[in-house]
C-alpha cells in the first residue's frame, strides 16, 4: 500500500513543510506520532519541530547559536573555509544530537555512535580545539535556549544542556601517539 501522504520529493503533504535543521526520520516521526501509529514517543527535538511548525515560527535557533558562535573571536577560526552546505549539515546534526537525548542521537544503535572526538580530531590536533572552546560553545547555546522562551519545554532545554555539557571529555587535549 502506497503513503498518499508521501510526495514524490520524500516529503510529507499533510505536514507543515520542513524546517531547517529537521532531518528526514524526524519529520516521519513526527508525522507517525500524528497519524496515531504506533510510533516511539516524540523525541524533545520532535516536540520542539511540532511545536515551531504549530506556532507558525522560524526554527532559527540553529542559525542564532551559531551567529553567537561566529561573533566569538576565539571559535570563529575553527570555521574559516566552512562552506555554507556543509555548515547547515552541522547546524542539524548538532541540534539532532542535543535534541534526541543522547550523543548516540535517536535511533541509533552501537553500530552508529556518534565519536565527536574523531569528527573534530584536525580541529584538536591541528588546530588546538579545546576543552575551552567547547565550554565557550556551551555558553552560546546555553544563552539560545534561554531566548527560546516557551517554544521548548524547559525539561527539554535541560536535557539538551546535559547532552552539550556530556561531550565536554571529546574535546580533551590529544596525548602522544594519538
Given at each position: 500500500?502506497?503513503?498518499?501522504?508521501?510526495?514524490?520529493?520524500?516529503?510529507?503533504?499533510?505536514?507543515?513543510?520542513?524546517?531547517?535543521?529537521?532531518?528526514?526520520?524526524?519529520?516521519?516521526?513526527?508525522?507517525?506520532?500524528?497519524?496515531?501509529?504506533?510510533?516511539?514517543?516524540?523525541?524533545?527535538?520532535?516536540?520542539?519541530?511540532?511545536?515551531?511548525?504549530?506556532?507558525?515560527?522560524?526554527?532559527?535557533?540553529?542559525?542564532?547559536?551559531?551567529?553567537?558562535?561566529?561573533?566569538?573571536?576565539?571559535?570563529?577560526?575553527?570555521?574559516?573555509?566552512?562552506?555554507?552546505?556543509?555548515?547547515?549539515h552541522i547546524q542539524e546534526s548538532m541540534m539532532e544530537i542535543l535534541f534526541s537525548g543522547s550523543v548516540d542521537g535517536?535511533?541509533?544503535?552501537?553500530?552508529e555512535k556518534v565519536d565527536l572526538r574523531e569528527y573534530h580530531y584536525d580541529l584538536i590536533k591541528f588546530r588546538g580545539?579545546?576543552?575551552?572552546?567547547?565550554?565557550?560553545?556551551?555558553?552560546?547555546?546555553?544563552?539560545?535556549?534561554?531566548?527560546?522562551?516557551?517554544?521548548?519545554?524547559?525539561?527539554?532545554?535541560?536535557?539538551?544542556?546535559?547532552?552539550?555539557?556530556?561531550?565536554?571529555?571529546?574535546?580533551?587535549?590529544?596525548?602522544?601517539?594519538?
Amino acid at each position: 500500500m502506497t503513503n498518499p501522504c508521501l510526495r514524490n520529493d520524500g516529503a510529507y503533504a499533510a505536514m507543515p513543510p520542513r524546517r531547517a535543521g529537521c532531518y528526514k526520520r524526524c519529520t516521519v516521526a513526527y508525522h507517525a506520532a500524528c497519524r496515531g501509529d504506533n510510533f516511539a514517543p516524540m523525541s524533545p527535538h520532535i516536540a520542539y519541530k511540532a511545536r515551531i511548525a504549530a506556532d507558525n515560527q522560524d526554527d532559527d535557533a540553529p542559525h542564532k547559536v551559531f551567529s553567537k558562535v561566529f561573533s566569538d573571536a576565539q571559535l570563529r577560526p575553527f570555521f574559516e573555509g566552512v562552506s555554507e552546505q556543509a555548515l547547515r549539515h552541522i547546524q542539524e546534526s548538532m541540534m539532532e544530537i542535543l535534541f534526541s537525548g543522547s550523543v548516540d542521537g535517536p535511533g541509533q544503535d552501537s553500530s552508529e555512535k556518534v565519536d565527536l572526538r574523531e569528527y573534530h580530531y584536525d580541529l584538536i590536533k591541528f588546530r588546538g580545539l579545546s576543552e575551552h572552546h567547547h565550554e565557550l560553545f556551551c555558553k552560546h547555546f546555553q544563552a539560545v535556549l534561554n531566548e527560546l522562551g516557551n517554544v521548548l519545554p524547559a525539561e527539554a532545554k535541560t536535557s539538551a544542556m546535559a547532552v552539550m555539557r556530556s561531550t565536554r571529555s571529546h574535546f580533551r587535549p590529544m596525548k602522544p601517539g594519538e
